[in-house]
């Protein structure tokens, strides 16, 4: 099965958080970065139909130079060759880059490079850690004229195409048959993932790596959807000590917990 | 009729999460600009109970092929509806599993991009959303031409104010689109729950977690029967595994389950770090404790300094009382 | 004196057949010999060439030969009577190398010690009372290992028995020759020590007793320093992964193994249930060796070595420090921790977690650094630039474990009542101590180089820690990327200064824990006493200093979920318990998280309702005696 992997690279989740001057992003400097989780969990389960069915993984991101180190951290776990999209150049404002894309522009530069490739199957994170749109992968099915399903656990194999295990609300699961090709959202959690290992990023020194650059992919039209500005959040998360009798305190912390953290 | 709401149903009822879509819709729009669409294969009853709240027409989008839903039948109905009534300014969801699945390509065939899981709508409109997990706030503006498609977060607009029955029931309309079932290439099968497991704590939604300061063995039945009324699983620290009070398979902490409920509720856990790193991803988590210095105050959102003996019961009847 | 005592005797004429039999024999006995040692020597010879071995520093090698082989020091000072024995037959053995040689001269007329000459006769009885000695405590040897049978020799061997007898028997006839005067007798008696010597050295290479010939040589070529980890060479090398990554040195070190089981005694892991067994791991590849040879591409994990037990050891080097012929077991199993996991080979829920954790965050305890950075604000500690004199390295558990920062907090009370300048790092990744000892190089070497470039930027000094896992970490590990500024355990740092400490004045009795990483792997025994004495009576713990117990958090086993059979760290904190001391003083973060909750259940379980002793970090127990303010 040829498999096409797409993810992308977010901020380390332990990032510290710091808006940049113009208010539009965060100060990129001196940032961590890492593989999108739900991406990991994707490439995960390409490799794991890779070693069940034989056949190749691919890893497609798109970004900046930057992105180079967690392209190889897919090839060092394990996916064959990788296709990086340099998007420098669409940049707009400081340290620009994909964030001026909306998920459509971004889902068309992907749509681009995967379509020459003619998978059997494309998997991709169901939305991003930074962004957290959770739409790219669902567009670029639409573009590629794939079906797809979003919020999956697990895929196997049948006969006619393949067999996912689909995430519903509230404990719930279906699972869902489709032909191929199709394209997959995986959701975090469905499987374990693998470490990364000193052999790995060795033997990735030695797989191709196909660099294309954005602008050759004619992506054309402005963006629809447009990020104006960012904010600290308006409550910071602090500890609330709930005082008054035992009875008075239960009856405050079940008011909270049912109107302000909305968990009952 | 400026703005489209989608509605979705669960158990042949509009879930809530629609009407606090409403709320929104009308943060975008009066009522008579409002416009309510309910699809499926058989969707009379749903229209009626659209048809009661605060909305000027109700819209059926109905076809057999709509019994189940699937991405490709939900987007290619409501792609030739909103083609055929071209007034939508705004179309506006409850971001719930089924939206996240369907609205992006249902946007992208309108060359348009969903501004999903809004928590709030400002003036001009601009839209609120979170941003890298919480930790910004993203205010996010629609441009160019076409509708603009909007998903709301769960809870963030309150349904309540809208929940009186309208005087009139709102007009009904019915739209038959046009499908025929080889459009329809995913095949759902019925939804399943995991066969149960004796415990299963790594999915479980709300946990109640019992430290040392229970003291005996004997006691457990005060944090059993409030883990009774919360609908929670039993969890504990690793003294009480280890004093062999409860299984090991209830173990949170470094050496037993990692552990990412919407609600941890840690009684009498002093919040060693073995126990933390098993717990700190939780949603929301609250700590009862008699040292208010212990370390999971640290980590808690909500923190009730005193005896567990009495905060315990009295929690378990404000639970019960609230239901 | 001397003259009035019996002389050697020695057979006159032999025939020319005795001779001719003597040289078959002598050829079959050295055949025999070399059958067996010969293919040895050359699976050593063939491993693969250790990369980092320097025949430099000679001074250490030949003073480690001095001490451990011809001394037998560490023979005698981990099991002193068994020790003294054993140091007997050795000792008989050197001083029969000239009378052997001129034994055997003699049939052909060459004997060059003259028995009645003065030194002939003085060296004959040199020789006799080493042959006494020797005849003595091969005997008692023979008794404890048969009759005695502790349980660390494992399995009663008949070549042990048989060895013992050959010994006494070589003992026997040399001395019995100073007393027989009869023709005939002597030369039976000749024969007798003939034979008994020409059996004698074929049983060598077929038995333990190899380790007469190769651990004279393992001592002088070990790897030096104390389970040090040699760096990886070359794009092929992922540690022990096959019979081609072992290195002469293992090889050398595998043959050496003389199976006393004093690794084994003193193991943490096997004295509590797991099935690891330092021994059986030198064993297992002496095993490997043996079937595949080294250069196979054969997996070392499998028949002859258990993925569970590599992965059980804490890395405590009790085992290697007991080790009387050198063997480096902590190389050994972190070298095949790292040949399974340098390839993907390890498959553990918890460590594989633990690694994504580290991989996408700061610490090993998975949390958000900016709970370290709210730590770090609340205790208004200075940032590091490079003009104070310390940075304090907070560490993992410094910086995020609720105990960890009492300890740290305590160590900046005094540092300030001391006038003593510090800052910490802004940006702080874990040292990679677990990854580094769970096998996990290229996490290390992320984490180490990550860290060195941090503390580059600010010409460093001098680091100190509350932690001795950083502390080797940064100190010894971190070589292998980079010039790591100089650190120091905070104990180190506090006793020098315990002159400005006040005591507190109470009758406690205090028991103090050696962390493995300080004491052993430190040498840094006394300063932690001396400031732990500070706040009552010390006492001691039946196994301190050199022989402590570990607690069992090391070698990333505090991350790797619940331990099978018994809790190491139970069993030690009711040894602790044990001596009554009413506060138990650590040192080591780690030894300090594993205890409370092992000494809270070791008191619940054996005296309920009564209190636990009390646990501080001794930097606690210092800045108990500074001045409130």
Redo the contacts between chains.
């Keep these: 099965m040829k498999i096409v992997v797409a993810i992308k690279q977010v901020p ?5 958080v710091r808006i940049a001057a113009n208010a539009k992003w965060i100060e990129e400097r001196d940032l961590a970065w ?1 593989m999108n ?1 739900p991406d990991a969990y994707a490439l995960e389960e390409a490799l794991q139909l890779k070693e069940k069915l034989g056949g190749e993984v691919i890893v497609l991101s798109a970004g900046p130079e930057r992105v180079g180190s967690t392209i190889r951290e897919a090839l060092a776990k394990g996916a064959d060759r990788a296709i990086h999209i340099v998007c420098d150049d669409l940049a707009g404002g400081a340290g620009g880059g994909l964030r001026n894309l909306d998920a459509l522009s971004v889902a068309k530069l992907l749509a681009a490079a995967t379509k020459p490739e003619s998978p059997d199957l494309v998997l991709t994170g169901l939305q991003s850690e930074d962004l957290g749109l959770g739409q790219t992968g669902v567009i670029l099915a639409e573009l590629l004229g794939l079906p797809h399903a979003t919020l999956i656990l697990h895929v196997e194999k049948t006969d006619a195409g393949i067999k996912a295990k689909r995430e519903l609300e509230e404990g719930w699961f279906q699972s869902i048959e489709m032909p191929l090709p199709a394209v997959l959202t995986m959701q975090s959690g469905g499987t ?11 033997r990735a020194k030695t797989k191709e790596l196909r660099v294309l650059n954005a602008a050759e992919l004619s992506v054309g039209a402005p963006p629809v959807l447009v990020l104006d500005q960012i904010a600290l959040p308006r409550k910071q998360k602090s500890t609330q000590i709930l005082g008054g009798s035992p009875k008075e305190a239960a009856a405050t912390l079940v008011d909270k917990l049912k109107t302000e953290a909305r968990v009952l | 009729m400026s703005v489209f709401l989608v509605l979705e149903e669960s158990g042949g009822h509009i879930k809530r999460s629609s009407w606090e879509a409403l709320a929104a819709a009308h943060r975008l729009a009066p009522v008579q600009e409002i416009t309510a669409v309910v699809v499926g294969a058989q969707t009379e009853a749903l229209a009626q109970e659209a048809a009661a709240k605060p909305v000027a027409k109700v819209i059926r989008v109905e076809h057999p092929l709509l019994a189940s839903y699937t991405a490709d039948g939900f987007s290619l109905a409501l792609h030739q509806l909103l083609q055929n009534q071209n007034a939508a300014k705004w179309v506006v969801l409850p971001h719930t599993y089924q939206v996240r699945d369907y609205a992006p390509a249902l946007a992208c065939r309108m060359g348009q991009v969903l501004i999903g899981d809004v928590t709030g709508i400002d003036d001009g409109p601009v839209f609120q959303r979170q941003l890298m997990q919480g930790k910004l706030q993203g205010t996010y503006r629609h441009s160019g031409n076409g509708p603009c498609f909007v998903s709301v977060q769960a809870g963030a607009f309150r349904a309540e104010p809208i929940e009186a029955p309208q005087q009139t029931p709102a007009p009904i309309e019915l739209f038959s689109p046009n499908l025929a079932s080889a459009q329809i290439r995913t095949r759902p099968g019925e939804p399943f729950r995991e066969s149960a497991q004796t415990v299963d704590l790594g999915s479980a939604q709300r946990i109640v977690s019992v430290g ?1 300061g229970i003291k005996e063995a004997e006691n457990l039945r005060l944090v059993e029967d409030l883990a009774a009324a919360l609908g929670a699983e039993l969890a504990a620290s ?2 009480i595994c ?2 062999g009070w409860l299984p ?1 398979e209830r173990q949170v902490g ?3 389950h ?1 552990v990412t409920p919407r609600l941890y509720l840690a009684v009498g856990i002093s ?4 126990h ?2 098993g717990m ?1 991803g939780s949603q929301c988590i609250v700590a009862i404790n008699k040292d208010p210095d212990a ?1 999971i105050f ?1 980590v808690a959102d909500y923190g009730i300094v005193g005896d567990l003996f009495e905060v315990v019961p009295a929690l378990t009847e404000a639970v019960k009382a609230a239901k | 004196m001397i003259a009035f005592l019996p002389t050697l005797a020695e057979p006159h004429q032999f025939s020319l057949g005795e001779r001719l039999v003597f040289l078959a024999l002598a050829a079959l006995s050295v055949y025999f010999f070399w059958r067996r040692f010969g293919p040895i020597l050359n699976r050593i010879w063939q491993s693969k060439k250790d990369p980092d071995f320097h025949l430099r520093p000679v001074g250490r090698r030949v003073w480690d030969f001095v001490w451990e082989v011809m001394l037998q020091a560490k023979v005698i000072r981990e099991r002193p009577l068994a020790g003294i024995a054993h140091a007997l037959v050795f000792w008989a053995f050197c001083a029969f190398a000239l009378v052997t040689l001129n034994h055997c001269a003699t049939i052909f007329g060459l004997g060059f010690v003259d028995p009645a000459g003065r030194l002939g006769r003085l060296y004959f009885y040199f020789a006799a009372v080493f042959a006494v000695g020797c005849a003595v405590a091969i005997a008692g040897l023979f008794v404890r290992r048969f009759l005695v049978r502790p349980k660390w020799l494992g399995e009663l061997s008949w070549e042990s028995g048989l060895i013992a007898l050959l010994i006494f028997l070589l003992m026997a006839t040399y001395l019995a020759a100073f007393f027989v005067a009869n023709a005939s007798a002597l030369r039976a008696l000749w024969w007798a020590h003939t034979l008994t010597l020409l059996a004698f050295l074929p049983l060598i290479p077929h038995t333990k007793h190899l380790h007469l010939v190769l651990s004279p040589f393992t001592v002088f070529l070990s790897r030096g320093g104390f389970s040090r980890i040699p760096p ?1 060479s070359g ?2 090398d ?1 540690g022990l992964v096959a019979g081609k990554d072992l290195t002469r040195i293992v090889s050398l070190q595998a043959y050496s193994c003389v199976e006393c089981g004093r690794c084994t005694e003193h193991c943490p892991a096997n004295n509590t249930g797991k099935i690891l067994n330092p021994k059986e791991i030198v064993l297992g590849l002496r095993g490997y060796l043996n079937e595949f040879g080294p250069g196979s591409d054969q997996l070392l994990l499998g028949k002859y070595e258990s993925q569970e037990a590599v992965f059980a050891c804490t890395t405590c080097g009790a085992c290697e420090f007991q080790c009387p012929v050198g063997i480096e077991h902590v190389p050994m199993i972190v070298g095949l921790r790292r040949g399974a ?4 080979a390890w498959d553990d ?1 918890h ?3 633990f ?2 954790a580290l ?4 610490n090993a ?6 709970e370290r ?1 709210k730590f770090v604000e609340k205790n208004a500690l200075p940032i590091f630039d490079g003009t104070q004199e310390y940075c304090l390295w907070l560490g993992c ?1 410094g910086g ?5 920062r009492e300890i740290v907090v305590a160590l900046v009370r005094v540092m300030r009542h001391l006038g003593v300048t510090f800052g910490v790092l802004r940006k702080e990744k874990c040292t990679g101590d677990p990854v580094r000892r769970l096998g ?4 290390f070497q992320q984490l180490a180089e990550a860290n060195l470039e941090a503390l580059a930027q600010f010409k460093t000094r001098k680091i100190i820690s509350i932690c001795p896992h950083c502390v080797r970490t940064i100190q010894e590990d971190w070589k292998e990327f980079g010039a790591p500024p100089e650190v120091e355990h905070h104990s180190e740092f506090l006793a020098r200064f315990a002159s400005k400490l006040t005591p507190v004045q109470s009758q406690e009795k205090i028991v103090f824990h050696d962390p493995c990483y300080l004491g052993r792997y430190r040498g840094v025994y006394d300063q932690p006493r001396k400031i732990a004495a500070l706040a009552g009576e010390l006492v001691e713990a039946p196994r301190s200093r050199e022989r402590s117990f570990c607690c069992g958090a090391g070698g990333g086993l ?2 790797l ?2 331990e099978k059979g018994e809790r190491v760290s139970h069993v030690r904190a009711a040894e602790l318990a044990a001596t009554g001391a009413g506060v138990v003083a650590a040192a080591c973060p780690f030894c300090n ?1 594993m205890f ?2 092992a000494l ?2 070791q008191a ?1 379980e054996s005296r309920p309702g009564a209190p636990a002793p009390e646990l501080l970090d001794i930097a606690q127990i210092a800045a108990r005696g500074l001045p409130e303010n």
């Design positions: 380390e989740r332990d990032a510290p890492a989780e374990k993932l693998r470490y990364a290992t000193l052999m790995g990023i060795k | 040392r690793r003294p280890d004093n090991l470094s050496s037993g990692t919040g060693a770090i073995q933390l790193v700190k370390p640290e | 990886l794009d092929e992922f996991v340098n390839t993907g829920d460590g594989a977690k690694f994504l991989e996408r965050g700061s305890l998975g949390m958000s650094a900016a950075d558990m995020y474990d609720p105990r960890g996990n190089d290229l996490l505090a991350f979920g619940e998280t409370r909750d809270a259940f619940s």
